[in-house]
């Protein structure tokens, strides 16, 4: 039973580029969510996708945005970006909204220059 | 603004020890309390939750402890191995309502 994966694990970017990162959810798994996690710090909630739809979102500009397909798969994007979005982004899926028991994926570290 | 707020930042134990992270948390509304492992190069993962419906929780060598009235809980690792060196995050989320709020993390170190 696959976990969850994402893809790429390691990516180099520019200021102002554009990035998408991508996310396949455990077996079973209807909900994803999308946390940054800055080096040395905790998991920071990006934001929530159910149905296709996103349900919650953090503290976190328009910049970054989201999609989930009819696969539960997902997918973050980040325009624009600054050098402060350097950072590893999570994505985690659950069984249902909310749940406190999240499986995460291994991450994609972002490395903003 | 930070919901959870964790300490010690680090801490290194000798094998065999019982080390202590303790984590206090400010919305009386939160109802579910984890604490997720983390090792290098990998997502993290649920160790063991706590409601605050019971005070002490066990499952193997790893301990909840929670107090209500203070608003704390804390993860105790019991007789602690090199390989249970990780950062640990401690969370808190009002049960299926709210996404997980995350403290800043422990790295612990156990020394041979």
């Known amino acids: 039973d696959a976990g969850v994966t994402q893809s790429p694990t390691h990516l180099i970017k520019t200021r102002g580029q554009q990035v998408t990162l991508r996310c396949s959810p455990k077996s079973g798994h209807d909900t994803v969510s999308w946390y940054q996690q800055a080096l040395g710090q905790g998991p920071q909630f990006i934001f929530q996708?159910?149905?296709?739809?996103?349900?919650q979102r953090g503290n976190f500009p328009d910049r970054f945005s989201g999609h989930q397909f009819p696969n539960y798969s997902s997918e973050l994007n980040v325009n624009a970006l600054l050098l402060g979005d350097s950072a590893l982004y999570l994505c985690?899926?659950?069984?249902?909204?909310?749940?406190?028991?999240?499986?995460f994926g291994e991450g994609s570290r972002l490395t903003v220059l | 603004q930070q919901q959870v707020k964790q300490s010690p930042q680090s801490l290194i134990v000798q094998k065999g020890g019982i080390p202590i992270i303790n984590c206090a948390y400010e919305n009386t509304a939160f109802d579910y309390f984890p604490w997720y492992q983390q090792f290098p190069g990998k997502g993290p993962a649920l160790l063991i939750a706590?409601?605050?419906?019971?005070s002490e929780k066990k499952e193997g060598r790893f301990t909840i402890s929670f107090n209500k009235s203070a608003k704390q809980f804390s993860l105790h690792i019991m007789d602690s191995q090199p390989g249970d060196s990780a950062t640990y995050f401690c969370?808190?989320?009002?049960?299926?309502?709210?996404?997980?709020?995350f403290g800043k993390g422990t790295r612990l170190s156990v020394i041979a």
């Open positions: 985690a899926s659950s069984p249902q909204q909310n749940s406190g028991e999240l499986f």
């Open positions: 969370a808190a989320s009002i049960a299926g309502n709210t996404p997980l709020v």
């Open positions: 996708y159910y149905e296709e739809e996103e349900r």
């Open positions: 706590i409601r605050p419906d019971v």
